[in-house]
């Protein structure tokens, strides 16, 4: 199951979507540790990683609101597992990218994402 759909698509009372869930939030916990924050930046479609929070309430926003749109990249969290000044050109074209047109909405997560998995390929 591909993040499109259990983040977008299967209902948040799914248990798919909350056993799911529970692996983003050990992403997210682990990704606060190691940066030695004491919250954690809220991707639920309110906070749009613009505010910080504890992980209950981040699980809480994630469960009740769902996660903002074109987040399938946890970029926020940890995912990329690199310096900030090599992430920083990656995530910029895919922020834009994310906040274009919504009817190509699905094209643009895709197109994402291949970004984002010819990053992964070029690192590795
Ligand atoms: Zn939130």
Same mark, same amino acid.
């Given at each position: 199951m591909d993040r499109i759909h259990?983040?977008?698509?299967?209902k948040?009372?799914?248990?798919?979507?909350?056993?799911?869930?529970?692996?983003f939030l050990k992403?997210?916990?682990?990704?606060? !540790? +190691?940066? #030695?924050e004491s919250y954690i930046w809220c991707p639920c479609v309110?906070?749009?990683?613009?505010?910080?929070?504890?992980? !209950? +309430?981040? #699980?809480e926003h994630l469960i009740f609101r769902g996660f903002m749109p074109d987040y399938t990249c946890w970029s926020i969290h940890?995912?990329?597992?690199?310096?900030?000044?090599e992430t920083s050109n990656i995530q910029?074209?895919?922020?834009?990218?994310?906040?274009s047109n919504s009817s190509?909405?699905?094209?643009?997560?895709?197109?994402v994402w291949m970004i984002f998995l010819k990053f992964m390929r070029e690192i590795v």
């Amino acid at each position: 199951m591909d993040r499109i759909h259990w983040m977008y698509r299967l209902k948040r009372s799914d248990d798919r979507y909350l056993a799911r869930l529970v692996g983003f939030l050990k992403a997210a916990e682990e990704n606060r !540790v +190691k940066n #030695e924050e004491s919250y954690i930046w809220c991707p639920c479609v309110d906070c749009k990683n613009c505010q910080k929070s504890v992980y !209950v +309430k981040v #699980e809480e926003h994630l469960i009740f609101r769902g996660f903002m749109p074109d987040y399938t990249c946890w970029s926020i969290h940890g995912e990329i597992m690199v310096g900030h000044n090599e992430t920083s050109n990656i995530q910029r074209p895919a922020v834009r990218l994310a906040h274009s047109n919504s009817s190509v909405h699905t094209t643009n997560i895709l197109h994402v994402w291949m970004i984002f998995l010819k990053f992964m390929r070029e690192i590795v």
